[in-house]
């Protein structure tokens, strides 16, 4: 079993709508929980990080968490076609000693 | 700069040398990562330097792969007897401690 899982995708939404990406983790440790974008041939980037159950949001994102369904969600509101990307959960425990990253969700936002 | 720089940018070898990849992480970054992306896959943990600490070395695929620190600063990730599948993206990130990590572009290495 995998540390992290995500769909693979492609998700497609019109431009405007809301897209929804999904994580699961297998370990119950985990403290801290990161989503990152990368773009093809690209380095993933930050998008934005939650430590505590519930919904934190930051401009068009909100980074929902609940540990007790181990369970990590990422929304984009107002979809753009710039926001077509991989999409990249990961996980990390106490101790940061690695952040395990799921496989990825492939995000095409269409005109 | 002000963000992790890695070198070479683009690397290709022949089947059998030695490669080392180099990385310069953010001032004021205590931590260290080494992370391999192959096409279309998703990100492989290869090695964790911490500070003066020992590193976690449980990623590394093989005893052909090594990495040191030096100065608690630049690291070098070395592939010895280069294979055809070490073809990948090699990612250095850096963080500050007990916090996000910030990758640089890569090193895209290319074994022929």
């Known amino acids: 079993q995998k540390e992290v899982e995500q769909n693979s995708g492609p998700l497609s939404v019109p431009e405007g709508a809301i897209a929804s990406l999904n994580c699961t983790y297998s370990d119950r440790g985990s403290q801290s929980f990161f989503w990152y974008r990368q773009y093809s041939g690209k380095s993933p980037e930050l998008i934005m990080f939650i430590y505590s159950n519930g919904d934190k949001e930051d401009g068009r994102f909100t980074a929902q968490l609940n540990k007790a369904s181990q369970y990590v969600s990422l929304l984009i509101r107002d979809s753009q076609p710039s926001d077509s990307a991989t999409y990249l959960c990961a996980v990390a425990p106490y101790n940061f000693n690695k952040f395990y990253f799921g496989s990825g969700t492939k995000l095409n936002v269409k005109p | 700069g002000a963000g992790v720089s890695q070198s070479p940018s683009n690397k290709v070898t022949e089947k059998g040398k030695d490669v080392e990849l180099r990385c310069d992480p953010i001032s004021g970054h205590t931590a260290l990562y080494w992370y391999r992306q192959s096409l279309g896959q998703g990100l492989e943990f290869l090695i964790y330097f911490q500070g003066n600490s020992a590193p976690d070395k449980s990623g590394l695929p093989s005893d052909r792969f090594s990495a040191e620190r030096t100065g608690g600063s630049v690291s070098t990730l070395t592939i010895q007897r280069t294979q055809q599948e070490d073809s990948a993206v090699y990612l250095c990130?850096?963080?500050?401690?007990?916090?996000?990590?910030?990758f640089g572009e890569g090193s895209w290495l290319t074994v022929v």
């Open positions: 990130a850096s963080s500050p401690q007990r916090n996000t990590i910030y």
